[in-house]
């Protein structure tokens, strides 16, 4: 399969599989990513080589750092904005891992500044959290092109100090996805995969890995 090809079955995996984009991504059975609001814009990955054009649709969420928990059920069914009003609420100053959660949030919601602050903060909580080094990432990421090749040049070194992070290594497939990176993709969530496959996230990433391989035997005998 060409490369064009593989990315194009990579990307229609994800959306025509059902299983990530626009709200259906599941971490351990309940919605990891909040209905978009319609005021936000979906941003469009527009990263591909010459000859490797996408094909299908395309459409992703804004881009957001995926957390390693699901989110509680009591939040799953509130919009992107009103998941943030909420986790605001819960914040404490002091809990990187609730500052973590915000800061997703925020970005879910096309909050990017406001995500950067919050991941700061986390960073300030505790200067080694790799979440609050991702998510600072991410953010980079959402300004465009060149944010994206600094956000993976970000991921690749958080990967390499951390090999053992499926946090680390999701959030590195995860990009790759908005940069159109179909070998990244793959591999990076076969890393989640091999590190606990039944963890909430490494579920996700077998799904994930699942639906790919389902878009590209369709494509295949289609």
Not at 114 to 135: E, K, L, Q
Request: charged share 20%; hydrophobic share 45%.
């Amino acid at each position: 399969m060409s490369p064009g090809r593989t990315i194009g079955v990579v990307i229609a995996g994800l959306v025509l599989a059902g299983v990530v984009i626009a709200g259906a991504m599941t971490l351990g059975g309940t919605t990891q990513i909040a209905p978009p609001d319609a005021a936000q814009p979906i941003m469009v990955g527009v990263v591909a080589a010459p000859g490797e054009e996408l094909s299908g649709p395309t459409d992703l969420p804004p881009l957001a750092m995926v957390p390693a928990d699901p989110v509680p059920d009591a939040i799953t069914n509130l919009s992107a904005s009103g998941q943030v009003a909420r986790y605001r609420a819960e914040a404490q100053g002091d809990d990187a891992a609730s500052l973590l959660r915000l800061g997703a949030a925020e970005q879910r919601a096309g909050e990017q500044d406001a995500a950067a602050v919050t991941y700061r903060r986390a960073r300030a909580t505790d200067p080694g959290s790799i979440g609050a080094a991702i998510g600072l990432a991410m953010v980079d990421g959402a300004t465009g092109d060149a944010g994206l090749a600094r956000a993976a040049t970000a991921l690749r070194r958080i990967t390499a100090a951390n090999p053992g992070s499926q946090l680390a290594w999701f959030n590195r497939g995860w990009l790759a996805t908005y940069r159109r990176d179909a070998a990244d993709v793959i591999a990076a969530w076969k890393r989640v995969a091999g590190i606990d496959p039944d963890s909430p996230i490494g579920r996700t990433a077998i799904a994930l890995l699942r639906g790919i391989a389902e878009q590209g035997r369709t494509r295949t005998t289609g």
